[in-house]
């Protein structure tokens, strides 16, 4: 019996066995010797001529204007706030207002880099996850809240019986 007869397969469901690694990350992970002696040699393995970029990759790395960008965005907060603390004696509503346009402003510039431009996708991503999610109702709701209330009062119930049974056995042992 070998692993592509039909005993091992559930041929109804579509279950099949999962495709080989690659071999470039076979040879990666599971090194082969160079020579038979050479069980655990790791370097027997060439090392791979080009990596793939990766998300994880680019992550760290960030251009100078996507930095300069970011450092603009947070020199125009800090103004913003130093702007809105020595103008106190002037209108609150006037000041909250220029240091909301203040704060607009440099989201959008923040927005305009790779890390703001990822921070967006996540954001979205967020949100499509957020409308899959499929809501309680309202019935459910109050059953849960009713169950987990009675249950808080049960095991409070009991844990005040326990206490007054080891204060009872305490006193009787103490005298």
């Known amino acids: ?10 041929r109804r469901l579509g279950v099949r066995f999962p495709p080989g690694l690659p071999s470039s990350l ?8 160079s020579h038979p002696t050479e069980v655990g040699f790791v370097g027997a393995c060439k090392p791979a001529t080009h990596m793939n970029p990766t998300k994880f990759e680019s992550q760290t790395t960030t251009s100078r204007t996507d930095l300069y960008k970011l450092l603009a965005a947070g020199a125009i907060i800090l103004v913003a706030l130093v702007v809105f603390y020595v103008f106190a004696n002037q209108s609150l509503l006037v000041r909250v207002i220029l240091l ?13 880099t790779e890390p703001g ?40 119930l009991l844990l005040w019986l326990l206490d007054v049974l080891l204060l009872w056995l305490v006193r009787l042992i103490t005298g």
Not at 1 to 10: I, P, R, T, V
Not at 26 to 33: D, E, G, K, V
Not at 100 to 105: D, P, R, T, Y
């Open 117 to 156: 431009a990822e921070t967006m996708e996540f954001i979205r991503g967020a949100r499509s996850e957020l409308r899959k999610v499929v809501w309680p109702t309202r019935a459910e709701t109050t059953q849960t809240t009713l169950i987990v209330i009675a249950m808080v009062v049960i095991m409070g």
């Open 1 to 10: 019996l070998n692993w592509q007869s039909s005993g091992l397969q559930n």
């Open 100 to 112: 909301l346009i203040a704060s607009g402003v440099a989201v959008v510039i923040a927005l305009k």
């Open 26 to 33: 076979r040879h990666a992970l599971f090194p082969t010797p």
